[in-house]
């Protein structure tokens, strides 16, 4: 049981956001209902309207609506639905102010430091959750937070190296390894947030990304202080996952050496499957967009860019493996078959929970 702001968790997993099109409503709708959080990601949910192309900002509001709306009759008052905002795209603001009218729950958002998002869920009971990738991150938010609203996050997320889509590491420390471990930035958060837990008299919820895979890591680091943990691509093999069924198959289907990084548009790398597309871009070919609906504010867009993150990841989701970029996190390989929902919760938690008897086992709690 994790206790955010009025609500409860009784699952604490959170099912990580994941765009284009990965989780909407369906997805997190049906995490929601097993008692975790379910995350929509809000980077072109519109992108099966029938006006994308021509209206795309209209189109992604009404659809972000819309999939906010059926996650929360799914979840049937159970768990807590919550959107993914990318302060990096465009109409961030207009943005927060759809998914907070249709209803969410919580706002997470990274992919960029999200110092106005206090002001954006003021007064509305909407939970506000940044990304952070290190202490220093999570040092700048809270200073910022505290000074400019006098508040602080209702919860927080690390995203370690291991996670998949955009990672806030550097190329260098990723293929080196000599990037920041899970576990060190998660002891290093912890001591950052305690003066304002004190200030303000309440916890700072902590929930860990990145290379969680089962209930054992998840046991680990609620032991080391965490207070549960984000999982994304494991959702992806689920029946209920909005990809289409390609998508998941190609998770299901993933190797260990399939895994690569990959050089976004707006300079971050990040790790998918090495696709026929990623190879063409290794290879030195240019694959300019025919048309740019001005997603990403970083972007060089139109022919300056070498490829269209938003067009790929729609192709990939559609199952066009051919031109798809595909985001995965560390451990996909370790994915075998596709499950429900409500399987892959139980499964979690009954590994937790056994671990934990353990692990109180060794230390002589009964």
């Known amino acids: 049981m994790c206790k955010l702001g009025k609500k409860e968790l009784t699952k604490p997993i959170i099912q990580g956001g994941m765009g284009v099109g990965v989780s909407l409503g369906h ?10 959080m379910g995350v929509i990601s809000t980077v072109n949910a519109g992108y099966r309207e029938p006006d994308f192309e021509q ?3 209209e189109a992604n509001l009404r659809a972000l609506r819309n999939e906010i709306v059926s996650a929360k009759r799914a979840a049937g008052g159970n768990g807590m639905v919550a959107i993914n905002a990318m302060v990096a795209v465009n109409h961030y603001e207009e943005t927060m102010k759809e998914a907070i009218a249709a209803g969410v729950d919580a706002v997470i958002s990274g992919a960029g430091l999200p110092v106005q998002l206090p002001e954006l869920v003021k007064g ?3 939970l506000a959750a940044p990304i952070v990738s290190s202490a220093k991150s999570a040092r700048i938010i809270l200073k910022i937070w505290d000074k400019k609203f006098q508040v602080i996050p209702d919860f927080l997320i690390i995203e370690g190296p291991k996670a998949g889509g955009h990672l806030g590491f550097s190329r260098e420390e990723l293929e080196n390894g000599t990037a920041q471990n899970t576990d060190e930035i998660l002891e290093e958060v912890l001591r950052e947030i305690l003066p304002y837990e004190q200030k303000y008299g309440r916890r700072i919820p902590v929930f860990v990304a990145g290379g969680v895979y089962d209930g054992k890591d998840m046991a680990r680091l609620i032991t080391e202080g965490a ?19 390609t998508y998941k198959q190609m998770m299901v289907n993933a190797k260990e050496e399939d895994i690569t990084l990959v050089k976004s548009p707006v300079g971050l790398p990040g790790r998918a499957l090495r696709t026929p597309m990623i190879k063409r871009l290794e290879e030195g070919i240019k694959l300019s967009p025919e048309r740019c609906n001005l997603c990403l504010k970083a972007c060089p867009h ?3 860019t070498p490829y269209c993150i938003s067009r790929a990841l729609i192709e990939a989701v559609k199952g066009n493996v051919e031109d798809g970029l595909f985001f995965c996190g560390a451990n996909v390989g370790r994915i075998n078959k596709i499950v429900t929902v409500k399987a892959l919760m139980q499964e979690l938690m009954q590994d937790y929970e056994t671990e934990m008897k353990g692990i109180l086992a060794e230390r002589g709690v009964v």
């Open 227 to 245: 207070s549960g943990v984000q999982i994304a691509t494991r959702f992806i093999a689920t029946e209920e996952c909005d990809a289409s069924d």
């Open 302 to 304: 139109g022919s300056e």
């Open 124 to 126: 509305t009971g909407v």
């Open 27 to 36: 997805l997190a709708g049906a995490v929601a209902k097993e008692g975790g």
């Open 55 to 57: 209206h795309p900002f």
